[in-house]
Nanobody
Framework: QVQLVESGGGLVQPGGSLRLSCVAS????????MGWFRQAPGKEREFVAV????????YYADFVKGRFTISRDNAKNTVYLQMNSLKPEDTAVYYC????????????????WGQGTQVTVSS
């Protein structure tokens, strides 16, 4: 069993930046693909970014390309999401997740989820 804990969320003004972290316990992440998703009130959970275990494959949702960067530090069992040029529409709960077998953009393929961290972009 893998436990994931996200942190780094908060309130930020439009145009600002945040870095989210997701720390895993219970299993090393080095062989797992890791994704970030988000869910805004009243909306479905949506894909944000994914990074393969080897970092060789990285994909982003179109609405974050050029603004967000996913990375990982396997030695620290941690995956990050650097978010720049934040917009009010980025407001959501952000979740990290483990996909043991795929590098997927579908939440259905993910095996383990964190509890999420709230990101609010507002002036």
């Amino acid at each position: 069993q893998v436990q994931l804990v996200e942190s780094g969320g908060g309130l930020v003004q439009p145009g600002g930046s945040l870095r989210l972290s997701c720390v895993a316990s219970g299993h090393t992440l080095s062989s797992y693909n890791m994704g970030w998703f988000r869910q805004a009130p009243g909306k479905e959970r949506e894909f944000v970014a994914v990074i393969s275990w080897s970092r060789g494959r990285i994909y982003y949702a179109d609405f974050v390309k050029g603004r967000f960067t996913i990375s990982r530090d396997n030695a620290k069992n941690t995956v990050y999401l650097q978010m720049n040029s934040l917009k009010p529409e980025d407001t959501a709960v952000y979740y990290c997740a483990v996909d043991r077998d795929h590098v997927s953009t579908s939440a259905l393929m993910y095996d383990y989820w964190g509890q999420g961290t709230q990101v609010t972009v507002s002036s």
